[in-house]
């Protein structure tokens, strides 16, 4: 499979049958750019303007929204909702979690997560290999909650998002304030895509931070 970050919370699974996955898109006034990449499936884990911009895409793709299960071109989708912050969703509303199953790997992209998740959600989750995890607080979880979430999950890799870049044009916290703190180890990469297989997956959880 191979991940390609887009800034924000999009990214591009590419499994091997060459079916790709763009999680939520955003839009312009983000300030990242719009992926110019035709993809089959989009997951939009909530209605704002910086996750929900399947418009500005190209192509056709088949949209994935809301709890639920489903299988498209072989990818096994599972949606679990949450909240976008601590009062039960009366701030800023529901959010939904993916579990997203190709190439034997399992993917949880936690969107706009507002709390930290729990023994309940790991159990009806089960388990991760690559968890993309919100950590620039005020609008999502924070560092600290982060942290708490990677406890609960124990993926094997974690991938940061949803943070303050040079590019991003409102304020989120920078990655910094999540990686000073994490006890896991920390991978940092010099290419926007990486490529993972099943069988190269870390025994141990490992924090791995893509460029933007």
Known sequence: MKIIWYGHSCFVFTNSEGKKILTDPFDTSVGYEIPKEEVDIVTVSHSHFDHNAVHLLKGNPIVVEGEGETTIHNVKIKGFNTYHDEEKGQKRGINTIYLIETDGIKILHLGDLGHPLTDEHKERI???????????????????????????????????????????????????????????????????????????????????????
């Open 126 to 212: 089960g388990d991760v290999d690559i968890l993309f995890i919100p950590v620039g607080g005020i609008y999502t979880i924070d560092a600290d909650k982060a942290i708490k979430t990677l406890e609960i999950i124990k993926p094997k890799i974690a991938i940061p998002m949803h943070y303050k870049t040079p590019h991003l044009k409102f304020d989120l916290a920078r990655v910094d304030e999540f990686l000073n703190k994490v006890k896991y180890p920390i991978k940092k990469f010099d290419e926007k895509e990486i490529e993972i297989t099943k069988d190269k997956l870390p025994t141990n959880t490992e924090v791995w931070v893509l460029p933007y």
